[in-house]
């Protein structure tokens, strides 16, 4: 109210705006004048009624602005001049409470208020729109849309039966032109909305290189001239971007610093809608004025710009032609390769930003590539280390393979870092076309960064407490951009990273990705994700794009924060709400200054006594990354033990200085005589490896003191260190062991008690605190532990009880335990014991009934319970560990007969081809075994459903074994390449498929993938079920322009077209999706779901 009062006699200032510039913070000063000018046209066009109730989404969240390092309310005076616009034409103006989802939850409060009028930019419509809000606000008479562009497929979804108005603005233009789209009219999936008619007084042009008037469909300089535009700009590095013309019908005007180009109706529309990304397209200022007015012609060329009521846009370069089109020369394909914006875009089902031949191409190349650059340290291994191995001391050859892996991580995060301050520079809140320019930059920057230590491979599910190990990669993160904290500890994979803020002692945990980009129908919206500090996400949640994990606030596994949403106090279900109280985490944000302490009685944070501080947290966690060096002899000790073996056969057979100052690759002459050797040291190299990863667990988990609850520790406490060192290895054993007969039997060598009768696939879980009752089965993928790392601390808060003939389908979370006879399905979150048995699914866990089982499914003959174990024990266990092994050791016989010795002249295209070899041995050794092989064993002609003991089970055990053995040579996720990849793999897919994932289908031959189907990081398409001790499978179809946000699951069940699966949630087996929106665990229409969205 004090903005718009009558200013006081010698100032006209009505207020002072903060956004960002490229050389950091810029003041924008309004005069009252703008403001009124802008607060009576934006009234009058948008036609505000005194009956109005008008909600505007700008600013939604400012009250937790303080959660972000760097403040910027750039769009502040869009919200105030859209208030007053409204409160002047006497509409009754509503503030959404805080704490509701942009999606499900405001739409429903939307609802109740019956709001008429809504506001918002861009990126807000298109989540709530995309979420359903579009078709079932139905008291909206009027959406209003503003920003620099707004996307034509939202603005058609928004039009139906409303009215829909585009206003163009930008920092410091708050009013200048409305674009009228009326209800029911067609306006194209594809493109922008142009910028439509100007408010009396505005001005726009469209100027070329020689700062002159450009003819129809060709593209300049947008320059805009409004009285509802910043009157000043001030701050360190901004240039003022004003320009005054001496023409009195022109004035004052703005160079926006943007791509347009007038069409010949008229309208104006800017070309993609990004800024210029190394210089303005005219110069601005006085040399900008200069060049623009030449003396000669001032008076002339001022009044051509003021009679052309409408602009054109930048001629960027010397290649393009007149008419815009790009000329057919090396230049030209030059500048498509480089530009950041497509300047002569065609028409594409990605939207007229995207460049999908160009990502096609690069894309293709760095995938290609990829089978070349793991081929390297192979071929290094075979021509320097190997033999050095063979002849130097014993202890230099240790250090040296100890150096070379080192080197390796460390060359991965280093030319991860470089790629992406080279590519991208910082990532930016913004929305692109998938295949655009800046998804190939990041594309690029995600693939090589995810196959370092900062990928969630490395984290074991996000189990690996090493706070060593996360220190370093809190380092890297730090590096690449990201705002976190040194005393944070992250076990997920980090995704646009400069967006993503992670506080003094917080806790993000996997598998589930960090991400701040996400993935929608063909678009890609990039927004900030903030975790304050003391917060902990647990395993399996998982942070919408745009929310907020406030101070202190517990997000308990398998548990969603939805985009916008703001988690506070402790924090679960699908999607989340808040379950228990708020906890006081009083962290100083400098480290080191105080403990964290929280409310008496919340049992999370534990006392003063037990708190610690962020200081001593880093200076342990610094101790401990230098003592991870001490863990490399682990990763290297199979190589090291089996040149040991070699040398004392070469050692008998050649003597020990057979090496006498020959070439560094040179090899004993009994290796030259008897290449079969390769193969006998690949084999004892992989069974080595296999023994090392099965006995170690046995030997830390037996001989090591016991892990007993309750337990509340710092991470760096002995104890601590030693949970988490034995919930690693044993999960990582288990994950190895799979789906073998001996499973149960290889947990109770570890320490877990396990009853008769019971059998289970790969397991997460702290053996020394399990108890499992008898005749029970286990899927795979349950966590079994009620472990949490939250502030700093390890806390076992109990033992975990399962009773007998309890069955856990995939992904379940049981903390406590359950009682005899459950039934746990998919995804379901059990934090305590229930009062009785029955069947559970979802999050939070609701029962519900299911009939007996069929009796004497798991019967069998004796010949088949012998193959059962023969198959799954011992071939799975370590037949493909070999043959995969033998493939490297044929690789090595091939460049050995080709390529004795290098040559002084030809090393490098020896060294090349020898690449080639390795490279090309490993993509046909995965397109005949898992491609070729898996395909004859497990197909969709295989029967639907098969007992325990069944060949069909064998084999369906043996197919998923191979390939994880025989993984992908390369990765194809986020690229065109995927959908044939999977096609190869028995997936039926269909037009413009779209994954961020390498595994999004959990039985490739079942697989049915409608046309334009988009999956989110972590998405899954699951087409079986393993109950009462029968194999069930699909196949189920997913639709046509389907959804599957972050860390959704469509289980068993059939999507029609157009359907979207929202963060987390989990579809009911069985369960047919019509068109619409769906969230939950279990999945629900959104409009059902009362309750679904609130936060």
Partial sequence: AVGLRRPRAGSSTFCVTVCESPGGQKLLKWEHSAAAWAVASWRARMDLRPSDRVVQLFNLGLADAAMAKNFDVGGLMDSTVAYWASLAAGSCVLIPPLGLSMGTGLRMWLRKERVSVLSGNRFQLLVLGAVGGATSLSSLRLVWATGTKCPGDMAERWAHGRRFAYAYTCPEVVAACVYEVQPESSIGMVGTLPMGRPFDGSQFFVLGKAHDPLPPDTVGSLFVSSPGMASDVLGAGSTNPFVELVDADVGRAINTKRYAKQEITGNITLVSGTEMRSHSPVASTGAGVLSMLPMASTRSGAKSLGNTPMAATPQPDAARTITGRTARSMVSFHNYLIQNDPKDAKKNPYGEDARPMLCMVVQTAVILGEPLLGAVPMVIMERVLGPYGLYANQYMVFVVLMGAALAQQILQVVVAIALKWLLIGRYKPGEYAIYSTFFLKHWIVDRFSSGSILGSGSAQGGWNFSIGRNFLKVLALKALGTNISLSAMVTTRVVGFDMVSVGHLASVHGPHTLSAVTYMGKRMMVGPVRVGHGATVCHGACVGTGGIVYHGAFVEPLSTVPSF??????????????????????????????????????????????????????????????????????????????????????????????????????????????????????????????????????????????????????????????????????????????????????????????????????????????????????????????????????????????????????????????????????????????????????????????????????????????????STSVIDLFFWRILYAATSGAAFMIGRTLFPEYTAGWWPLQFLAEVLIFGGVRVLTWL?????????????????????????????????????????????????????????????????????????????????????????????????????????????????????????????????????????????????????????????????????GFV
């Fill in 928 to 1092: 005949l075994v898992p491609i070729g092989f898996c395909s004859l064993i497990y197909n969709d002609r295989m029967p639907l459903s098969a007992p325990y003991y069944s060949t069909v089970i064998t084999r369906w055990f043996n197919a998923n074994k191979i390939r994880r053995v025989f993984r992908r040579p390369f990765r194809t996720s986020g690229s065109a390449l995927d959908a044939p990849v999977l096609r190869l793999m028995g997936v039926h897919v269909g037009e413009r498929y779209f994954s961020s994932n390498d595994d999004v289908m959990i039985d490739p031959p079942f697989g049915r993938l409608g046309d334009d189907v988009t999956v989110d990081y972590d998405g899954q398409v699951r087409q079986h079920s393993f109950e009462d001790d029968v194999l069930k499978w699909g196949p189920y179809k997913v639709g046509n322009g389907t959804n599957i946000a972050q860390a959704a699951m469509v289980a068993m069940s059939d999507c029609s077209e157009n359907v979207t699966l929202l963060r987390g949630s989990v579809t009911w087996k069985g369960q047919v999706l019509e068109a619409g929106t769906y969230e939950g665990a279990p999945a629900a229409p959104v409009d059902e779901d009362l309750g679904a």
């Fill in 565 to 870: 949403g703001i988690a506070r106090g402790r924090w679960s279900g699908v999607p989340g709400r808040q379950v228990g109280p708020s906890r006081h985490a009083s962290l100083a944000y400098s480290l080191g200054a105080n403990d964290i302490e929280s409310e008496s009685g919340d049992g999370l944070s534990g006392d003063a006594n037990t708190a610690i501080s962020a200081k001593r947290f880093v200076l342990s966690s610094c101790a401990f990354a230098f003592g991870t060096v001490f863990l490399m002899p682990f990763q290297i000790a199979s190589w090291f033990l089996t040149l040991w073996l070699m040398r004392l056969w070469v050692n008998d057979e050649d003597g020990s200085d057979w090496h006498q100052g020959e070439e560094i690759d040179s090899l004993p002459s009994v290796f030259m005589e008897n290449l079969w050797v390769f193969l006998v040291a690949s084999v004892a190299q992989a069974l080595l490896q296999v023994l090392m990863q099965l006995l170690l667990p046995v030997l830390v988990c037996r001989c090591l003191p016991k892990i007993r609850a309750p337990m509340d520790v710092p991470l760096y406490h002995w104890r601590a260190v030693l949970a988490g060192f034995k919930i690693f290895l044993a999960s990582a054993a288990s994950q190895e062991v799979g789906d073998a007969s001996v499973q149960a039997a290889y947990l109770r060598l570890l320490g877990a008690r396990i009853g008769k009768g019971s059998s289970m696939s790969e397991q997460t879980l702290l053996p020394d605190t399990v108890s499992i009752g008898e005749q029970c089965f286990f899927a795979s993928g349950n966590t079994l532990t009620s472990v949490e790392v939250d502030q700093g601390r390890m806390r076992v808060l109990c033992n975990t009880e399962v009773g007998d003939g309890c069955f856990l389908g995939n992904e379940n979370h049981i903390a406590a335990g359950i009682q005899p006879n459950t039934f746990v399905g998919l995804r379901t979150w059990v934090p305590t014991m229930p009062e009785e048995g029955g069947s559970l699914f979802g999050n939070p866990a609701m029962k519900f009934g299911r009939p007996a089982p069929a009796e004497g499914a798991k019967d069998g003959s004796m010949c088949q319970k012998v193959w059962h174990h023969i």
